[in-house]
């Protein structure tokens, strides 16, 4: 038996989230073309006959850090280096090499291996694949190599094995059915989030969270299970509440519908949904908020 941790690390927008999502088999880590879009380390959980591995998704590593929450979000990343048995380190082939990416600072300070796992091939030159290589093996320790596209399903199957050689003999840390260490709160204010990055601009989705005031599991009339969730989306100032909520609260419906949708398929049942909309000024750098969120 093999078990152990396997930590994803890289800058924003790298393709972390899409790989683990594509490892686990499941939909673990929210994914839009937003860089940030994972603020939290998350684990996803695979299991087979004869192995079990702990993926860890972490948020991208903010080279410049604007608020507290940046920091937090940083220091999620550079705790993986504690508890990896390897650290899968995801570069973006189309992303610029920079001797000061803050990552390499990161992945230095590791005892664990480190695999490079070099994403988005198939927008690539073969090259550059080449190129990329021989430019990180110069800066880190790299004990091995894989050029993927974290899309496509296919590309994981190889990565996977690799992975598995790599994992110390042990018994598994968490039962076989076991997916996540998260709860299904957690994941239902991700979704939110999720729909909030997609519907909205560039500025708004980056100032807002998601909180989950009440969480009921109860009936239809017809006797069926139904969730009753109440969520609040909390922005930094009532110009941002008022496109939230849009002309006579269209937006915030038109959000509220497209994340029951996906929250009813997550939950396999049907979704109450109750979403208002608060200011919390400044909250990105307040401590009991950071708190109050996870952070």
Known sequence: MKSGFVNIIGRPNAGKSTLMNALVG?????????????????????????FQIVFSDTP??????????????????????????????????????????????????????????????????????QDVTGWWKKRIDIKEMVAISALNADDTKPLLEKILEYLP????????????????RFFVSEIIREKILVQFGDEIPYSTEVGIESFQETKTNAGEPLAR????????????????????????????????????????TKVFLEITVKVRDNWRDDDRSLQHFGY
């Open 229 to 268: 969730i109440q969520a609040v989306i909390y922005v930094m100032r009532e110009s941002q509440k008022a496109i939230i909520l849009g002309k006579g609260g269209a937006a915030v419906k038109k959000l509220g519908t497209s994340a029951r949708i996906d929250i009813e398929t997550f939950l396999q």
């Open 169 to 184: 003999e042990g018994e598994p840390f968490y039962p076989p059915d076991q997916l996540t260490d998260r709860s299904e």
């Open 60 to 129: 991208g590593y903010v080279k410049k850090p604007n608020y507290k929450m940046h920091e937090v979000m940083n220091r999620f990343v550079e705790g993986t280096i504690e508890d990896a048995d390897l650290m899968l380190f995801v570069f973006d082939l189309t992303e610029e090499l920079e001797d000061d990416n803050p990552v390499i600072a990161v992945l230095k300070k590791t005892e664990a291996p480190i695999m490079l796992v070099l994403n988005k091939k198939d927008l690539v030159a073969p090259q550059r694949i």
């Open 26 to 50: 499941e939909r673990m880590s929210i994914i839009t073309h937003k860089p940030q879009t994972t603020r939290h380390r998350i684990i996803g959980i695979l299991s087979g006959e004869n």
